[in-house]
C-alpha cells in the first residue's frame, strides 16, 4: 500500500519569499509522484509530475519539486511566490506496476497563504 | 478542449434520500475517475473505468455507492439511502490511457450535504 504525508497544514509566506512545501511518501513499488494545486472554488490542478529521469521536475507558474528516492520525499519549491499563488496544495503518488495505471494516493494538502 | 464537468456543482439531501450525480470528461480521454473529498483530507479514490468497463473500485466504495459509464462517455454516481457521513465534495477527474493516464485532469466538483 502507499501512503503520503505532508508535513505541514499550513504554511504562512510573505509576497516575495521563498517556500517549501514537503512531501514524504511511503510505497512498497516504485511510484510516479505529483503536485496538484486546489484554488478557491475550483477544480485540481497538475502543477508537475515526476515519471523517470531528471530528479528536478519543473511545473508551472515558476514551481519546481526535487524527487529524493533515498528520502522518499518530493517537495515542492518556489524562490519567489506572489500572492496569486494561495491556495491548497496536494501530493499525491501513483504506484508504478510497470504498464499504465492511474489511481492517485493524495496528501491531506498544505494551505499556502501568501501575505503581502 | 472544454474541461471536465460535473453537474450539479452543488446538491442538498436529506438522509436517506438517493442521489445522482453526473460528469462528462474530456471528449478524446478513456479513463474516467471518482475521488471523494472530505473537509480537511486530501481527494481519496473510489472508481475509475476505462472506456465502459469498471476496472476498480476502492472499498470505501460500499453497497450503497454505484458508478456507472454506460456508453464510455459520461458517467453517474450514485449513492443510495445517503448517510450523513456521505457529506463531501465528489470529484471527477479524465485522462488518457498509456503514459498519459498519469495526467488526470479534474472537474470542479459537486458537493453533497446531507442533512
Known amino acids: 500500500a502507499q501512503s503520503v504525508t505532508q508535513l505541514d497544514s499550513q504554511v504562512p509566506v510573505f509576497e516575495e519569499a521563498p517556500v517549501e512545501l514537503r512531501c514524504n511518501y511511503s510505497?512498497?513499488?516504485?511510484?510516479?509522484l505529483f503536485w496538484y494545486v486546489q484554488y478557491p472554488n475550483q477544480g485540481l490542478q497538475l502543477l508537475l509530475k515526476?515519471?523517470?529521469?531528471?530528479?528536478l521536475v519543473k511545473g508551472i507558474n515558476g514551481f519546481e519539486a526535487e524527487f529524493n528516492k533515498s528520502q522518499t520525499s518530493f517537495h515542492l519549491r518556489k524562490p519567489s511566490v506572489h500572492i496569486s499563488d494561495t491556495a491548497e496544495y496536494f501530493c499525491?503518488?501513483?504506484?508504478?506496476?510497470?504498464?499504465?495505471?492511474?489511481?492517485?494516493?493524495f496528501g491531506k494538502g498544505t494551505k499556502l497563504s501568501v501575505k503581502p | 478542449d472544454t474541461g471536465v464537468s460535473q453537474d450539479p456543482r452543488h446538491k442538498i439531501t436529506k438522509r436517506g434520500q438517493n442521489v445522482t450525480f453526473r460528469c462528462d470528461p474530456i471528449?478524446?480521454?478513456?479513463?474516467l475517475y471518482w475521488y471523494r473529498q472530505t473537509l480537511g483530507q486530501g481527494p481519496e479514490f473510489l472508481t475509475y473505468?476505462?472506456?465502459?468497463?469498471?476496472?476498480?473500485k476502492s472499498r470505501l466504495l460500499s453497497d450503497r455507492f454505484s458508478a456507472e459509464r454506460p456508453k464510455g462517455s459520461f458517467s453517474t454516481l450514485e449513492i443510495q439511502r445517503t448517510e450523513q457521513g456521505d457529506s463531501a465534495m465528489y470529484l471527477c477527474?479524465?485522462?488518457?490511457?498509456?503514459?498519459?493516464?498519469?495526467?488526470?485532469?479534474f472537474g470542479p466538483g459537486t458537493r453533497l450535504t446531507v442533512t
Open positions: 515526476y515519471l523517470s529521469g531528471s530528479t
Open positions: 471528449s478524446e480521454h478513456n479513463r
Open positions: 473505468f476505462q472506456n465502459e468497463a469498471q476496472l476498480e
Open positions: 510505497s512498497s513499488v516504485s511510484v510516479y
Open positions: 499525491a503518488v501513483s504506484p508504478n506496476y510497470g504498464g499504465s495505471q492511474g489511481n492517485l494516493i
Open positions: 477527474a479524465s485522462s488518457r490511457t498509456g503514459q498519459l493516464s498519469y495526467e488526470q485532469y
